[in-house]
């Protein structure tokens, strides 16, 4: 029986030394308020997990929760990127998700450049980690996805 539980003790160990990081990404903050750019919290949203995936193919790292579960999550609390209380009501759709790691950003329209940012939260602290933070890209309206290969070689060192 010593040995059984024994036996059970270290397979638990081990699968959880072993576990993938659950990271989310949720889509971006439209800080300028213009409801034109909206579509840009999901362009980057969908644009910065297919490029986080494709980061990690082994998949041995993290694991990327797929993006229509965070917006089935996101939707049952009526959470909009465009809401000024968004930032402080997403921890409820993180509690969710069941993740260890969140990505969320910000864009803001500054003269005719959008000034993009990503931060890496823990979950369980509730605080951006100082390190791994994409911050301060400008990029045009056209040249705003070609922010995400920065966005990922900045943050992806913080999701493993």
């Known amino acids: ?9 270290l397979l638990i160990a081990a699968t959880s030394l072993f576990a993938q990081t659950r990271v989310a990404v949720l889509p971006f903050q439209n800080m300028d308020g213009n409801i034109d750019y ?7 949203q969908e644009s910065l997990t297919t490029a ?8 041995e790292e993290y694991y990327i929760v797929p993006a229509d579960s965070v917006e089935i999550v996101l939707s049952e609390l009526n ?5 000024p209380q968004y930032k402080s009501d997403l921890w409820k759709a993180v ?6 790691k969140v990505v969320v950003g910000t864009f803001n329209k500054q003269s005719d450049k959008f ?7 823990d979950v369980k602290m509730r ?3 100082p390190n791994n933070q994409a911050k301060d890209i400008f990029k045009t ?13 900045a943050i992806q060192p913080g999701l493993k």
């Open 127 to 129: 605080m951006a980690y």
């Open 79 to 83: 959470l909009d990127p465009s809401n």
């Open 141 to 153: 309206r056209e040249q705003i996805l070609e922010a995400i290969p920065e966005i990922v070689s």
């Open 115 to 121: 000034l993009i940012n990503a931060y890496i939260y």
């Open 1 to 9: 029986m010593k040995k059984i539980i024994l036996v059970l003790s």
């Open 38 to 44: 909206n579509i840009l919290c999901y362009d980057l």
């Open 52 to 59: 986080l995936i494709d980061a990690d193919d082994s998949g």
């Open 95 to 100: 509690q969710m998700l069941n993740i260890k």
